[in-house]
């Protein structure tokens, strides 16, 4: 029988994460932050739910290389949602 090298954890680790989690995060609210500040016109524009989709739980749930796919379509998303004209 085999032993494993590294012991199979059955609780998840409490406060330890992964180095690329943390400049994903960062980036994450970023782009949330960028979401928030849309004029009124972007917000109508079917582009605005796309983006806050993007950002939604399967961004926080996802692997890194999912998490930075995910981010940067969100960032083109807002990129073009930032060209819309507000309002009058």
Known sequence: ???HRNP??????????????IPLDKRHEVL???????NRGAQRSPG???AR???G??????????????LDAAAFMLDVL????PLL
């Open 82 to 85: 930032e060209m819309i004209p």
């Open 32 to 38: 949330m932050q960028r979401l928030a500040r849309l």
């Open 57 to 70: 739980n399967a961004a926080r749930k996802s692997s890194a290389a999912t998490r930075i796919a995910l």
């Open 8 to 21: 199979v954890l059955t609780e998840p680790r409490s406060g330890q994460r992964h180095a690329t989690e």
């Open 48 to 50: 605005y739910k796309t």
């Open 1 to 3: 029988m085999r032993k």
């Open 53 to 55: 989709r993007l950002l």
